[in-house]
């Protein structure tokens, strides 16, 4: 689901922001009022409990059913709630549904809902499940994620359009919601904590057709609620007095947009937001900093960094040419240099975190001469690559670097940084023909490594940007999906990782570790590994502490 542009291109909801002009969202300087500058020590009694972070770009759309990328990842999690949810360590809990049981065969799922309402006050039923997951496959609503669920008795008749309900979902009461598969399938649980398996009021969002109406004021039963969206400048999100969970302490969670790390960085400093992503720039000296370092959560992402080729290209269908791309470049100065070594170096599609990751895969070397040998079998004389990447200051660098090193391997290298929206539009276009991207897990296993960006039926709007098809790997991944032996599905996937590894569709670059820095007003803070399990439900701010 969430390929994005790679270096400093995701701070994730731990990332702090500028808020100025943001109603109670940090100091609001006045000279006339508070003369000496000095900050008080009691908060007013009105005074809002406001947390603010950034990300570099908006949600695309807030329909469950076409949640695609991180940043529409991130904000379903405030707003809406699956079945089970992921905690902040990657684990599977309870959502919507309170408990649930397995059948001993592995291929029924009983889940029992809780006492809940969405943010309208409208009780979540049965009835509400049966229709979110109805209208995600059926074919009016043409969303791209129906193969998430392809696993469950009677979606191939839903999603041709032959039946209009889906048989292997029962619901025989208001509280009790029956899946039926047609074969075991063991991430079938995480799969139901995914953006796109939230529920929503039956009939909320159209009936047979997508309701765009929906979006601007969206339903859900998550702790938070659209309350205002100033597009390419900031969402606001208010408390849902109707949540079922614990109660919430925060009043008000604002996500705004903006690039540049530097004002994020001046604007944590003078305590105009609550955390932040610690930048390249700043780290080596914050590090070193006993009152900034203390304060630092670390977080190994489930995401893996390459530039990818595109491979249906003329040029780059030869993979001796994409492996030699691969040798030119220097990843490990890249990692080292450019990355500052936070993280681990990939070698291969999975991360590190995930079971069935392998330290020792062997790395493909920074070897020039290798390279220029692979150019000259497959014929290739004189080739001339339009490189395409995002306009932060990580990935230009990335891209410089990546653009000398082909040169010295005789590769012209045409540098093209455009804004994420036609970034993103070019890559499904199949336009570039190198790009810097990223790959975040959608749920906690092997298979979602490689199944969306490799899969052929993934292409493009799946999320194998780079075209690359291979009927071999697509059997192996289709058998090993379905297989019921933990151990055996594990080796198959594997085997399938080193057919991507010899294939060579992306230059694997790393896997990241991100820091994060909260104020000491903060309380509660943990951020999370996947991307919508954020939904700061248990942190709270002292305002005594917090300047005003």
Same mark, same amino acid.
């Given at each position: 689901m969430r390929h994005t542009q790679s270096g400093l *291109?995701?701070?994730t909801a731990a990332c702090g922001l500028l808020l100025a002009g943001c109603g109670g969202s940090g100091p609001q300087g006045n000279d006339k009022a508070n003369p000496t500058g000095q900050t008080s020590a009691k908060p007013a009694a009105s005074a809002q409990k406001v947390f603010t972070y950034a990300n570099v770009a908006e949600p695309r759309r807030l329909d469950p059913a076409f949640m695609y990328d991180v940043y529409e990842g991130i904000v379903s999690g405030y707003m809406y709630d699956g079945l089970v949810l992921f905690d902040p360590e990657n684990k599977v809990v309870p959502g919507l549904a309170e408990k649930w049981e397995v059948a001993s065969d592995g291929k029924t799922y009983t889940f029992h809902l809780r006492d809940a309402k969405f943010s309208n006050g409208k009780p979540v039923t049965? %009835?509400?499940?049966?229709y979110s997951f109805t209208r995600l496959l059926r074919p009016e609503t043409n969303s791209n994620r129906k193969w998430l669920f392809d696993n469950v008795t009677g979606v191939e008749a839903v999603t041709s359009g032959t039946a209009k309900e889906l048989s292997g979902l029962e619901t025989p009461d208001p509280k009790t919601v029956i899946f039926k598969l047609d074969r075991p399938y063991p991430a079938f649980l995480t799969k139901l904590a995914m953006p796109n398996a939230v529920i929503i009021p039956e009939n909320s969002a159209g009936v047979e @057709?997508?309701? @765009?109406?929906? /979006? %601007?004021k969206p339903i859900g039963s998550g702790p938070w609620v659209l309350d205002k969206w100033v597009h390419d400048q900031r969402m606001e999100f208010k408390r849902n007095e109707f949540f079922w969970g614990n109660n919430v302490k925060l009043d008000k969670l604002i996500y705004q947009v903006t690039v540049n790390d530097r004002v994020q960085q001046q604007q944590f400093e003078v305590g105009n937001l609550d955390t932040y992503a610690v930048s390249f720039t700043v780290w080596p000296q914050w590090s070193r900093d006993p009152a900034k370092r203390d304060r630092m959560m670390?977080?190994?992402?489930? *995401? $893996?960094?390459?530039v990818a080729m595109m491979n249906n290209k003329p040029h780059l269908k030869d993979k001796r040419v994409r492996q030699a791309i691969s040798h030119g470049i220097n990843i490990k100065s890249i990692f080292e240099n450019l990355q500052q070594g936070r993280g681990i170096q990939a070698h291969g599609s999975v991360p590190y975190g995930i079971e069935g990751y392998r330290p020792d895969i062997p790395p493909r070397a920074y070897d020039p001469e290798k390279a220029r040998k692979l150019l000259a079998e497959a014929g290739v004389k004189?080739? $001339?690559?339009?490189y395409w990447f995002t306009d932060d200051n990580l990935t230009g660098e990335i891209a410089s670097a990546i653009k000398s090193d082909l040169e010295k391997i005789g590769v012209q290298v045409n540098l093209a940084r455009r804004d994420t929206a036609a970034f993103r539009q070019a890559i499904v276009g199949g336009e570039p023909d190198l790009y810097s991207y990223s790959w975040w897990l959608d749920y906690p296993?092997? /298979?979602? %490594?490689?199944?969306?960006?490799?899969? $052929?039926?993934?292409?493009?709007y799946g999320g194998n940007g780079c075209r690359y098809s291979n009927p071999k790997f697509d059997k192996l991944v289709d058998a090993a999906q379905n297989e019921p032996d933990p151990k055996k599905r594990i080796e198959m996937f594997q085997k399938a990782e080193d057919m991507i590894i010899e294939d060579c569709p992306w230059v694997f670059s790393y896997h990241r570790r991100t820091y994060n820095i909260s104020q000491p007003w903060v309380q509660n803070y943990k951020p999370a590994i996947m991307y919508n399990a954020d939904r700061y439900t248990d942190v709270d701010i002292d305002l005594a502490k917090k300047p005003r």
């Amino acid at each position: 689901m969430r390929h994005t542009q790679s270096g400093l *291109v995701i701070m994730t909801a731990a990332c702090g922001l500028l808020l100025a002009g943001c109603g109670g969202s940090g100091p609001q300087g006045n000279d006339k009022a508070n003369p000496t500058g000095q900050t008080s020590a009691k908060p007013a009694a009105s005074a809002q409990k406001v947390f603010t972070y950034a990300n570099v770009a908006e949600p695309r759309r807030l329909d469950p059913a076409f949640m695609y990328d991180v940043y529409e990842g991130i904000v379903s999690g405030y707003m809406y709630d699956g079945l089970v949810l992921f905690d902040p360590e990657n684990k599977v809990v309870p959502g919507l549904a309170e408990k649930w049981e397995v059948a001993s065969d592995g291929k029924t799922y009983t889940f029992h809902l809780r006492d809940a309402k969405f943010s309208n006050g409208k009780p979540v039923t049965s %009835a509400d499940v049966r229709y979110s997951f109805t209208r995600l496959l059926r074919p009016e609503t043409n969303s791209n994620r129906k193969w998430l669920f392809d696993n469950v008795t009677g979606v191939e008749a839903v999603t041709s359009g032959t039946a209009k309900e889906l048989s292997g979902l029962e619901t025989p009461d208001p509280k009790t919601v029956i899946f039926k598969l047609d074969r075991p399938y063991p991430a079938f649980l995480t799969k139901l904590a995914m953006p796109n398996a939230v529920i929503i009021p039956e009939n909320s969002a159209g009936v047979e @057709k997508p309701d @765009k109406q929906f /979006e %601007a004021k969206p339903i859900g039963s998550g702790p938070w609620v659209l309350d205002k969206w100033v597009h390419d400048q900031r969402m606001e999100f208010k408390r849902n007095e109707f949540f079922w969970g614990n109660n919430v302490k925060l009043d008000k969670l604002i996500y705004q947009v903006t690039v540049n790390d530097r004002v994020q960085q001046q604007q944590f400093e003078v305590g105009n937001l609550d955390t932040y992503a610690v930048s390249f720039t700043v780290w080596p000296q914050w590090s070193r900093d006993p009152a900034k370092r203390d304060r630092m959560m670390p977080v190994q992402e489930l *995401v $893996t960094f390459y530039v990818a080729m595109m491979n249906n290209k003329p040029h780059l269908k030869d993979k001796r040419v994409r492996q030699a791309i691969s040798h030119g470049i220097n990843i490990k100065s890249i990692f080292e240099n450019l990355q500052q070594g936070r993280g681990i170096q990939a070698h291969g599609s999975v991360p590190y975190g995930i079971e069935g990751y392998r330290p020792d895969i062997p790395p493909r070397a920074y070897d020039p001469e290798k390279a220029r040998k692979l150019l000259a079998e497959a014929g290739v004389k004189d080739l $001339t690559l339009n490189y395409w990447f995002t306009d932060d200051n990580l990935t230009g660098e990335i891209a410089s670097a990546i653009k000398s090193d082909l040169e010295k391997i005789g590769v012209q290298v045409n540098l093209a940084r455009r804004d994420t929206a036609a970034f993103r539009q070019a890559i499904v276009g199949g336009e570039p023909d190198l790009y810097s991207y990223s790959w975040w897990l959608d749920y906690p296993d092997i /298979e979602n %490594a490689l199944i969306p960006s490799f899969h $052929t039926r993934n292409i493009p709007y799946g999320g194998n940007g780079c075209r690359y098809s291979n009927p071999k790997f697509d059997k192996l991944v289709d058998a090993a999906q379905n297989e019921p032996d933990p151990k055996k599905r594990i080796e198959m996937f594997q085997k399938a990782e080193d057919m991507i590894i010899e294939d060579c569709p992306w230059v694997f670059s790393y896997h990241r570790r991100t820091y994060n820095i909260s104020q000491p007003w903060v309380q509660n803070y943990k951020p999370a590994i996947m991307y919508n399990a954020d939904r700061y439900t248990d942190v709270d701010i002292d305002l005594a502490k917090k300047p005003r």
